[in-house]
Nanobody
Framework: QVQLVESGGGLVQAGGSLRLSCAAS????????MGWFRQAPGKEREFVAH????????YYADSVKGRFSISRDNAKNTVYLQMNSLKPEDTAVYYC????????????????????WGQGTQVTVSS
């Protein structure tokens, strides 16, 4: 049974940085694409970033492109989200997620593309 545990959230001033971690157990992420989503109060969960399983190609939402970076450490079975130049509108609960299938290379920007989710970590950016 896969378990994803996010950490690294917190309160930061606008312009600051945070690095989120997502530690996986029960699934060897080396063979899985991974994604990050976020959900602000009263809003739908939205795509943030995705990293492919094979060549580490990455994809980002336009709102975070150039500021956020997703990476993976297969030896640690962990995925990261480095967030720089944070803005108040980045405030949300951040979730990591994994698709159901190994070697998945399909669509990635919908929450329906993923079957395993972490519990989320709160990121609050003050102005």
């Amino acid at each position: 049974q896969v378990q994803l545990v996010e950490s690294g959230g917190g309160l930061v001033q606008a312009g600051g940085s945070l690095r989120l971690s997502c530690a996986a157990s029960g699934r060897t992420i080396r063979y899985y694409a991974m994604g990050w989503f976020r959900q602000a109060p009263g809003k739908e969960r939205e795509f943030v970033a995705h990293i492919k399983w094979n060549d580490a190609t990455t994809y980002y939402a336009d709102s975070v492109k150039g500021r956020f970076s997703i990476s993976r450490d297969n030896a640690k079975n962990t995925v990261y989200l480095q967030m720089n130049s944070l803005k108040p509108e980045d405030t949300a609960v951040y979730y990591c997620a994994s698709p159901a299938l190994q070697f998945y290379s399909g669509t990635y920007a919908s929450h329906r593309d993923y079957d395993a989710w972490g519990q989320g970590t709160q990121v609050t950016v003050s102005s």
